[in-house]
């Protein structure tokens, strides 16, 4: 700490005991000092977070009033429409947190809102982590973590609206059931032991009241923390701009400017929740009734983050096959696993993917833009349209019912389209990047266009150009360059030695793979120079030049301009 700073006694008092005790000024002033890139996408992280905060606050008041159990009562409460029915207390008690406890329905409703908030949040955020490369070395660990999160917040979010026992949620816990009993072998095994039973037992509520207040919410808050430290450890990556290089970080300072920016965005989101809560009814049980398994609800459709499961399921045929005396329903078996394995799965691979396409082993704390990366971007864009089309199939009844078409021509279009539309997605982003990238060409080699126009000698029209400026032609100029592979096989220019012995990690099969894939990634549209200089760069190489660097790094002062090494 600074001497030319007046701490107050008492402050100075407390803090010199405490690190006495416990050395922990250097770590405090650590995180003091510590900076953050001030760019807006790297907010939507902050929403996750504070929408977590807000469901454990929201989940701890409504656990006080919340009973567990499958017992059957007969209600008489504050609800008259359902007075002298037989439900589960669960069921029962869910009522009376809506119409009996003080704030209870409130509570609930942003509770809700909360977790759905959490999804939406952490779909952004892995998109803008896969769309700008940010999950490249060193994050790849962090990038595993939020695919776990991810996966955690599924299964949270299934058993936390399965938990009031209401007609909805018991349709969501039979196709559950279906699910796990199309497992080979060990499904029947799972589901009993599960719902304690047959379906749907006296246990399910209980176990899932203990997964859903204890285990998970434990594992996610510990991925949390996981995430965040690896994330400060590991420093943030920032977007191409001038200055930004990939051994500095510019942006802002943790305290105060950063504190203080994330107390007002946990205000600003609990206040939009509470908004929400209050003039947007979500999940009204009530309506539903209690759960019986002779009876089901039309329009009924999961939380949108589980609505690809519900999707996959409607579009599926009715295939069976026998397989060493068993029988699979694949017509359950693969849209329960097939979905998610696809998109999660090649979610965790990716990076390594990458990686062994392009041969780029270094370091990368400098994002792309995504029209530089032409392959991943349009691999991300058909994730998206896979997901969405099943999405907006899980309520292919309402869509039927609303805009008056056949129910079952709906499910061909979404068979086809399941296929068509992430190929289509695939080539038509493709080609925007390559386009996008020709024009970024264009104001790099011609400037832009200032809307003179001059009338030339020989009688031709010009419009004048002005040439772009260092801010604005670094994001346009430095572009990720991947480095061509030798090509498989032994002729002339395919990486072969002097016996004509190609490459070992080109040989093969795989060797033809991975050419096929470098070629894709290393797709890029060349930059021609206009004669202003090759640039400063955005931190694809070592960007700055040394004196420029320093100037940012020696201006502590400056909190936009601040550098952590």
């Known amino acids: ?100 406890v003080r704030g209870g329905l409130l509570i609930r409703q942003i509770h809700h809102w909360a977790a759905d908030l959490f999804m939406v949040a952490i779909m952004a955020h892995m998109l803008r982590v896969f769309f700008t490369g940010a999950y490249r070395k060193p994050r790849e660990v962090n990038w595993l973590i939020g695919i776990v999160l991810f996966t955690l917040g599924l299964i949270e979010g299934l058993f936390g609206y399965s938990l009031p026992d209401d007609q909805l949620s018991g ?78 970080v510019v942006g802002q300072p943790f305290f105060p400017y950063f504190l203080l920016k994330g107390q007002a965005w ?58 060493l005396g068993h029988t699979l329903s694949l017509s359950v078996l693969l849209p329960a696993l097939l979905p998610l394995g696809l998109i999660l799965g090649g979610a965790a691979l990716w990076p390594f993917f990458e990686q062994w396409a392009t041969g780029d082993k270094s370091i990368h704390n400098v994002n792309d833009r995504p029209r530089n990366a032409p392959i991943r971007s349009a691999t991300g864009m058909a994730a998206v349209v896979f997901y969405g089309v099943l999405w907006a199939e899980s309520a292919n009844d309402i869509i039927a019912d609303q805009f008056k078409i056949p129910l079952y021509t709906l499910t061909w279009i979404a068979r086809v389209m399941v296929v068509v539309g992430p190929v289509l997605a695939f080539i038509v982003t493709r080609r925007i990047c390559i386009g996008l990238q020709r024009r970024d060409a264009g104001l790099v080699t011609h400037g832009v266009e200032t809307g003179i126009i001059r009338q030339l000698p020989n009688g031709e029209f010009v419009e004048e150009h002005r040439p772009l400026t260092e801010e604005e032609r670094v994001p346009l100029a430095d572009k990720p360059s991947v480095e061509p592979l030798p090509a498989p096989g032994s002729g002339p220019g395919a990486g072969a030695d002097a016996n004509g012995v190609p490459a070992p990690q080109m040989s093969g099969l795989t060797g033809r793979a991975r050419a096929i894939a470098n070629r894709a990634f290393a797709e890029t549209v060349p930059l021609q120079s206009n004669g202003h200089g090759p640039g400063n760069g955005s931190g694809h190489g070592d960007g700055r030049a040394a004196g420029e660097r320093a100037a940012v790094e020696a201006a502590p002062d400056d909190a936009s301009a601040t550098a952590d090494d």
């Open 1 to 100: 700490m600074s001497q030319d700073v007046d701490v107050p006694r008492a402050l100075r008092g407390t803090g010199g005991w405490l690190d006495d005790r416990f050395h922990g000024a250097k770590g405090v002033r650590v995180l003091m000092h510590k900076v953050f890139p001030d760019h807006w996408s790297f907010m939507l992280g902050e929403i996750a977070l504070w929408s977590f905060v807000i469901l454990l606050l929201t989940g701890t008041y409504l656990a006080l009033f919340f009973v567990p159990s499958m017992s059957d009562v007969v209600y008489h409460g504050s609800y008259a429409k359902l007075d002298g029915i037989t439900m589960s207390q669960a069921y029962q008690s869910t009522l009376n947190i809506s119409f009996d």
């Open 171 to 248: 349709a969501g816990l039979r196709v559950l059931e279906g699910i796990l009993q199309g497992i080979p072998i060990v499904g029947t095994y799972a589901s009993y032991f599960l719902f304690g039973g047959a379906f749907p037992g006296n246990s399910i509520i209980p176990r899932m009241y203990l997964l859903h207040v204890f285990l998970v919410p434990g594992i996610i808050l510990a991925l949390i923390t996981a995430h965040l430290f690896i994330m400060f450890h590991q420093k943030h990556t920032q977007m191409p701009a001038f200055g930004n290089t990939e051994k500095n």
């Open 266 to 323: 946990f205000f600003f989101i609990f206040g939009a929740l509470v908004l929400l809560a209050t003039f947007a009814q979500i999940n009204p049980v009530w309506e539903y009734g209690p759960y019986t398994p002779l009876a089901i609800s039309s329009g009924t459709q999961p939380d949108f983050y589980l609505g690809l499961l519900d999707g996959a399921l409607r579009i599926m045929p009715p295939w069976e096959i026998d397989f």
